[in-house]
């Protein structure tokens, strides 16, 4: 990086951090509220005293200070005159040591230290300096990584687990031990079965994501009763969370790419259908506070660099509440032009100031220590890993087990005993972590043999002790995957196998086994398991992602019958093959038939996979029956909405206004329907009822099908429930043209309910 380069980075991050330390002081970033203070820590580093608000009258008193000389603690001003006055009172050097995660404060002013960089990816996490735990609070509850959170597909779900981390942060934060602004959640899309980082998220489908973002952000930031604050800009939030990275940012390490020089070359096609739309829906739907731009360039420009990405389409189209952020510690981020921020100093630190600056939010001020690490959290934790189990084979129904019949377990392989790999990355110190074998004590004898001395499995030899104890027992429970050795920040996959002599170690014991064999698998990314698929000696199939802190417990809990696994895969799980058909640093999500390109994700690849996107069975079976539905929509064009061309194939029929643009209109387009979901099996179990939208067959390159909702019901056996839907047309049965205009075609379209279970056309006109 060029000497000026460094510098100008410099002077964006003093811009940022200016921002920054402004909302640690207890105000919002860029008009949003941050109740109360971090600014009451009197170092950089959390010193566990408890916090005041930065205009405490009685902490500048301590100071020997006295509030009422500075005018930006003055209430009776207006937001404008009190961030002149803080500005205008701080010397450059001072503005300079606001530089960094570690903004330095200003003691003369009586602004403290703030350490901004927390993150609570799924639940408090230490990663981030601001941080940490001690005797007082020493642990967090660790929630299931996100990947297997998503799997449940339940927005409340998500959204429960948002609040009850930021309830976790807001008592620590009280007692000096984390910040008040976490830079989670990730929300890139899973464009390739190899990113290492696929754990962090929740998986490859970009509306399912964004709803992921929404409501975890929403959990995270929301203060009760202020959701619907009359002036978005000063909603005040329960802590600040960073929708991360932006955008198209997806390759951490593969083959020597690396992520901080790669060079996403990526079609405005692609961008605006795909690797942005979790972002906006982040914004304009979760009204987040802040996102992070990434490492990577996108056809040639740094990401924290490109006016149009970060500006015109965050500031300007989706209208961002908040603050855009950069790793600032990092050489790598190249900025050209600090003006694209278009903020001055002034209007940054006045946007911070315009609600009810160093107000506190009295709801939060008594949480303390027994608000971490709660029962209920505990409990949620394992809520969730049961939620996020998919049973992915069941032959016979083979599983439940009963404690009757199973009274001896042989458990074996190298996730038998599974702590930090459930755990995962950006994680905390658990409050406790209970293993498989741990949890399945609970039901039955376990015979444990590691068959693996790890999950890299190079020797053999551990295979026979495991075989031995499978032939003994009433039932064998092999648990095999892969960790973060194998999938991480900074390591994407080679292939899509299990490592080493696990798959050996899968077969010889099934071969053996005395009694029904049930393979468990942990891992973010889908594992090419064709031949345990396909294996009659293996009965059954659980993956469970990374669990979290309560894994073991969970799984025993879905093996054992007391809960009935409804999770559904959140990402396709591909043939081995399918990644030697493209290299992980091609873009493109669709085909490319001349290339051979096969395509990403279940929107555009059509050929077989081991597991499809969104699979996932139940001890129970479930009908559907599509009780009322739109089947048209005649749509009344306004004087001045014109059609709009679209793409067709050469031999496709192309209606006459083959579509209307849909980005900055309003049309009366409601479609909707109500399935009613049939339990008709003899346990009570929770289905997900996803829906999907195919376009008029005919126009050029479109999807096959994409996500446009997805309801997880609960039906009691015998049972029914009815779920209603409801769509905007314009919104969920739009398709992104070449020239990336969002359009709405006419003609029929196709409404499918779970893989094709139900489908009924919805024909549009215009008119
Ligand atoms: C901080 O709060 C904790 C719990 O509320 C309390 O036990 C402790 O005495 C407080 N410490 C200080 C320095 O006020
Ligand atoms: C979805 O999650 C919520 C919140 O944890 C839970 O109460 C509810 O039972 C879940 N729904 C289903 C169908 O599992
Ligand atoms: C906010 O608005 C939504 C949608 O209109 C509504 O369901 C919710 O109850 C409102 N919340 C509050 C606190 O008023
Ligand atoms: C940023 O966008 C706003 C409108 O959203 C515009 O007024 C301003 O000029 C833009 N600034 C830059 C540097 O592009
Ligand atoms: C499981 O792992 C923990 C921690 O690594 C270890 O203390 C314990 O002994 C192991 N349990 C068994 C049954 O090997
Ligand atoms: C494999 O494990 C056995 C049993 O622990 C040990 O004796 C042997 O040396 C190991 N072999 C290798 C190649 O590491
Ligand atoms: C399932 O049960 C049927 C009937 O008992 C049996 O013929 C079949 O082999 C079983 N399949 C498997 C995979 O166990
Ligand atoms: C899959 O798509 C390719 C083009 O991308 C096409 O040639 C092929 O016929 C499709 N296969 C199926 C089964 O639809
Ligand atoms: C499906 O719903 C319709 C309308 O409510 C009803 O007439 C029909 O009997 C239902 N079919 C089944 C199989 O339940
Ligand atoms: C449909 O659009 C209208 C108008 O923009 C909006 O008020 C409504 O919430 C939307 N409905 C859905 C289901 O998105």
């Given at each position: 990086m060029h000497a000026v380069e460094r510098k100008m980075a410099k002077i964006f991050c003093s811009l940022i951090f200016l921002c920054c330390l402004v909302l640690s002081t207890g105000a919002r970033v860029n008009h949003r509220i941050l109740s109360s203070s971090t600014l009451g820590l009197?170092?950089?580093?959390?010193?566990?005293s408890n916090f005041t608000f930065v205009c405490d009258p009685a902490r500048y008193s301590s100071l020997g200070l006295e509030a009422s000389n500075f005018a930006f603690c003055d209430t009776s001003m207006s937001y404008e005159v009190r961030a002149m006055d803080l500005v205008n009172q701080m010397t450059l050097t001072e503005k300079v040591h606001q530089l960094g995660n570690k903004a330095y404060g200003v003691p003369r002013l009586g602004l403290a230290a703030y350490e901004w960089w927390s993150e609570a990816l799924h639940g408090v996490s230490n990663v981030g300096p601001g941080t940490f735990f001690d005797d007082l609070i020493p642990g967090s509850t660790s929630f299931p990584t996100v990947i297997t959170t998503a799997a449940a597909f339940n927005e409340s779900l998500w959204k429960v687990i948002g609040q009850a981390v930021s309830t976790e942060a807001r008592a620590m934060y009280n007692l000096g031990r984390a910040g008040l602004t976490y830079w989670s959640p990730n929300i890139n899309v899973v464009r390739d079965p190899r990113w290492g980082r696929a754990i962090e998220t929740p998986g490859e489908d970009p509306y399912v994501v964004g709803r992921y973002a929404v409501n975890y952000v929403r959990g995270l930031q929301d203060v009760e009763g202020s959701e619907n604050y009359t002036d978005p800009n000063s909603r005040p939030l329960k802590v600040s969370s960073c929708c991360k990275h932006y955008a198209a940012y997806d390759v951490d390490n593969w083959k020597g790419v690396e992520r901080y020089t790669f060079d996403a070359r990526v079609s405005e096609q692609d961008m605006v259908e795909t690797f942005l739309r979790p972002f906006e829906m982040c914004v304009k739907d979760g009204d987040v506070s802040s996102i992070m731009c990434s490492y990577n360039r996108v056809n040639g420009i740094p990401t924290c660099a490109d006016p149009k990405l970060?500006?015109?389409?965050?500031?300007?189209?989706?209208?961002?509440?908040?603050?855009?952020?950069?790793?600032?510690?990092?050489?790598?981020?190249?900025?050209?032009?600090?003006?694209?921020?278009?903020?001055?100093?002034?209007?940054?630190?006045?946007?911070?100031?315009?609600?009810?600056?160093?107000?506190?939010?009295?709801?939060?001020?008594?949480?303390?220590?027994?608000d971490v690490c709660s029962k209920e959290n505990i409990e949620l934790a394992t809520e969730a890993a049961r939620e996020g189990t998919v049973l992915l084979k069941n032959e016979n129904n083979s599983l439940p087990f009963s404690i009757d019949k199973v009274k001896t377990l042989a458990v074996v392989g190298p996730h038998s005993n599974a702590t930090s790999a459930m755990i995962g990355n950006y994680a905390g110190i658990p409050c406790q972590i209970i293993t498989p074998i741990d949890g399945l004590s609970k039901f039955a004898k376990v015979d444990y043999q590691m068959g693996c001395s790890d999950v890299a499995c190079k020797n053999e030899s551990f295979i026979f002790p495991a075989m031995e104890a499978a032939k003994k027992a009433d039932a064998t429970i092999i648990f095999a995957g892969i960790d973060l050795s194998v999938e991480a920040e900074s390591l994407d996959r080679d292939d899509l196998l299990l490592p080493g002599y696990q798959t050996q170690l899968i077969n010889q014991v099934a071969s053996v086994a005395n009694g029904p064999v049930v393979l468990v698998l942990m891992s973010a990314g889908g594992v090419d398991i064709s031949f345990a698929k396909r294996n009659e000696n293996i009965k059954s199939i659980l993956w469970v992602g990374y669990p979290g802190e309560e894994g073991g417990n969970a799984i025993a809990d879905v093996i054992f019958g007391k809960y009935n696994p409804g999770g559904r895969l959140p990402l396709t799980w591909h043939e081995a093959d399918y990644v030697d058909m493209l290299p992980m640093t091609s873009m493109p999500l669709r085909p490319i038939d001349s290339l051979g390109y096969p395509g990403r994700t279940y929107k555009f690849f059509n050929g077989s996979t081991v597991y499809p996107f969104g699979y996932g069975l139940s001890y129970t079976q479930f009908t559907y029956n599509l009780t009322s539905s739109t089947r048209s929509l005649d749509i009344k064009l306004e004087k001045y909405q014109y059609c709009h061309d679209l793409g067709y194939k050469s031999d496709s029929f192309k209606p006459s206004c083959p579509s209307i643009r849909v980005d900055n209109s309003e049309y009366n387009d409601r479609i909707e329907f109500e399935v009613e979901v049939q339990n008709v099996g003899t346990k009570d179990g929770s289905e997900v009822v996803i829906v999907y939208a195919k376009p008029p067959e005919g126009i050029d390159a479109s999807y096959i099908k994409q996500v446009i909702g997805f309801q997880r019901v609960f039906v009691p056996a015998g049972g029914s429930e009815k779920v209603k839907f409801e769509f905007n047309a314009s919104k969920s049965l739009q398709v992104v043209d070449f020239d990336a205009y969002s359009v709405l075609p006419s003609g029929g379209h196709t409404i499918m309910i779970g893989d094709d279970i139900i489908s009924f056309p919805v024909h549009i006109k215009f008119c």
């Open positions: 009197d170092d950089a580093t959390p010193t566990g970060l500006n015109q389409t965050i500031r300007g189209d989706w209208d961002l509440h908040g603050y855009i952020v950069s790793d600032c510690d990092s050489l790598q981020v190249m900025v050209d032009d600090h003006k694209w921020l278009g903020d001055t100093k002034e209007d940054a630190v006045a946007q911070t100031l315009k609600a009810g600056f160093f107000d506190g939010i009295p709801q939060y001020n008594s949480f303390g220590k027994n």
